[in-house]
């Protein structure tokens, strides 16, 4: 599995194994059976096409904990434009498909957070990677 990291930016791009949809199910699946709360799924495709536009596959899927999230919230409120965690999942031009996240040490430097609660956000990139994965 290929995986970039564009630390400037803070995002985490891995490559999936699986198609958007799939990759996002996987990861939906996981984190709903590790008590995560899914609050929303967003098609961006499927939204450009009711516009008459056309574009690759691309979904975000938004999910949390507030149990992880909220002491960060505590700490800094600006990381609430951070939370809840996001994974955007797309189609390149060449047919493979990616996701990414916000890198959680990015996080916690951009809003000043204490560096121990970047775990809190941390705790669920297994999740995220094996749903890119081949398994």
Do not use: C
């Not at 899914?38 to 009711?50: E, G, K, L, S, Y």
């Not at 060449?94 to 990015?106: C, F, H, S």
């Amino acid at each position: 599995m290929k995986s970039d990291s564009d630390a400037s930016r803070g995002i985490v791009r891995l490559q999936s194994q699986h198609s958007v949809g799939a990759t996002l199910d996987r990861l939906e699946s996981l984190l709903k059976e590790r008590g995560v709360l899914v609050f929303t799924r967003i098609d961006f495709a499927a939204d450009a096409a009711r516009a008459g536009l056309t574009m690759q596959p691309e979904q975000l899927l938004i999910f949390g904990n507030p149990k992880g999230g909220t002491p960060l919230m505590l700490d800094e409120p600006t990381v609430g434009i951070d939370l809840p965690f996001k994974a955007l999942a797309w189609e390149d031009t060449a047919g493979n498909t990616w996701i990414a996240y916000n890198d959680p040490q990015y996080v916690v430097q951009r809003h000043g957070v204490a560096s121990a609660l970047g775990a809190n956000l941390a705790a669920v990139l297994p999740l995220v990677q094996r749903a890119a994965a081949l398994e």
